[in-house]
């Protein structure tokens, strides 16, 4: 991998933590169940994208 195809994984790490916990502070404050169960899925999967960023390094 190049040096600038790896500052591009790292980037999209960067972007994914940023989403994971952006997602479990919404999940964590809102009182909906819709909304909560929604922001959760999206915590989930946000960590799933992390972890496949992670595996191509």
């Known amino acids: 991998m190049s040096p ?3 500052l591009y994984v790292e980037d999209a790490l960067g972007h ?3 989403m994971i916990r952006q997602c479990q ?3 964590d404050t809102l ?3 819709a909304l909560r ?3 959760t899925q999206l ?3 946000s960590r799933d994208l ?3 960023f992670y595996n191509l390094i």
């Open 4 to 6: 600038k195809e790896l």
């Open 16 to 18: 994914a933590q940023f």
């Open 25 to 27: 502070a919404a999940a």
């Open 31 to 33: 009182t909906d169940p």
């Open 37 to 39: 169960t929604q922001a």
């Open 43 to 45: 915590v989930n999967s």
């Open 50 to 52: 992390f972890t496949r």
